[in-house]
């Protein structure tokens, strides 16, 4: 496990000092989510606290351990749920013999379960639960995981929006993406619970009456929350990916069916990214155009309504990107083993404390017509 005592590095900055509100977006993806405890972990050695924790699925749960705790209580919560992650899963990595990678040591995870996040749901698997609906219709069954949010999240103070937390779900109806915001809505542990219920292995949960799935399958990437709020704010937005949106070739089965899973679950971040920077660039010309209007004519209400348009703020987005680990396959996104969320984890952590000591958002040659800058 990272040593969460680590001093901070020289460049660390206090949140004042920074680009605009810190935003954390926090993709699906399981047992990857290790990644991104490490990139928190970073950045609270740092003396960065997120502002706003945007997430989807795996990405919503950690999400919800930062949002609803105190910072003081924050590491412990996280450690506290990777540690019950990992407590029932094989100890070690299997080698990869004969190809077959970790599969066999992942898939006593699909058999049994983890005791603190799902079990076999064997009354579904016989078909008795037929009538029951959605909440019953899946291979396991999420009630252990309701009980391990409850014991690590203070929802009452979630709710109180210290930390703006969002996370995003799709109704299972109407096919349409929701994202639950406590700047808009109380948000509760069947929030968080349904942001993470990808079928058919976990059950839909319900809201107001309506039936909600992971919102991973519908967009997996949920950084078009922040980018699409009103109103507009300056920020540096920390955009974790777990999935790769780009590899080389795939040559044999395991490689296509790993090669599938990472382009359904990368989930268009690119393109978000490069529709808003166009649109946010259109709104830096309005900007600028409405500083050419004389003065006498942009009290003009039509004017006015135009130029409202217009936006001032710019948007850093510093991308970390957990890396390939050796011997993964199509089944890395439940790789709970010890060894597999420890790499995964420290990974996170130096790749997040290496953004963090180049800061490049401090460079001060951007166009000042570009509203979204990236950093890699």
């Known amino acids: 496990m990272v040593n969460a005592t680590k001093p901070r590095p020289a460049a660390a900055r206090s949140n004042e000092a920074l680009p605009g509100q810190v935003v954390l977006v926090l993709q699906g993806g399981g047992a990857l989510g290790a990644y991104q405890a490490g990139v928190y972990q ?19 749960i ?18 506290s749920f990777w540690q019950m992650m990992q407590a029932h899963a094989p100890t070690l990595r299997w080698p990869d013999w ?21 079990t076999p749901n064997l009354h579904a698997l016989r078909g008795v639960n037929a009538q029951l609906g959605a909440e019953a219709a899946s291979y396991y069954s999420t009630a252990p995981l309701r009980a391990t949010l409850e014991s690590l999240v203070d929802f009452e103070y979630l709710c109180q929006c210290h930390t703006r937390i969002t996370v995003g779900a799709v109704n299972a109806c109407s096919g349409e993406m929701r994202y639950f915001d406590t700047r808009k809505e109380r948000l509760g542990v069947e929030h968080v619970m349904a942001s993470g219920a990808l079928p058919p292995a976990f ?57 599938q899973k990472d382009i359904q679950f990368a989930s268009r971040a690119d393109s978000h990214i490069a529709r808003q920077k166009q ?44 890396p390939r680990v050796e011997g993964e396959d199509h089944t890395k996104d439940i790789d709970f083993t010890p060894a597999g969320i420890r790499i995964r984890r420290q990974a996170g ?16 040659n951007a166009d000042p017509i570009e509203g979204v800058i990236e950093h890699y």
């Open 279 to 322: 649109i946010h660039r259109l709104r830096h010309v309005i900007r600028e155009l409405q500083k050419q209007v004389p003065a006498s004519r942009r009290t003009d209400p039509k004017v006015a309504a135009l130029a409202a348009w217009g936006c001032w703020t710019t948007m850093h987005v510093a991308h970390l990107l957990a």
């Open 349 to 364: 952590h130096d790749d997040t404390m290496r953004m963090i000591e180049r800061a490049p958002w401090r460079e001060a």
């Open 62 to 79: 950690n999400a919800a351990l930062i949002a609803g705790n105190p910072p003081k209580h924050r590491m412990e919560r996280l450690d």
């Open 203 to 259: 059950p839909a949960v319900r809201i107001d009456g309506q039936p909600y799935w992971d919102g991973g399958i519908y967009s997996n990437t949920p950084i078009e929350a922040v980018l699409d709020d009103k109103p507009r704010r300056d920020s540096l937005i920390f955009a974790v990916n777990v999935w790769h949106q780009t590899a080389p070739e795939p040559e044999s089965i395991r490689e296509v069916m790993a090669r």
């Open 42 to 60: 970073a950045l609270h050695e740092a003396g960065i606290e997120p502002d706003w924790v945007i997430g989807t699925s795996i990405g919503a």
């Open 98 to 118: 004969m190809g077959l990678g970790n599969l066999v040591s992942n898939m006593s995870t699909v058999m049994r379960g983890i005791p603190d996040f799902f």
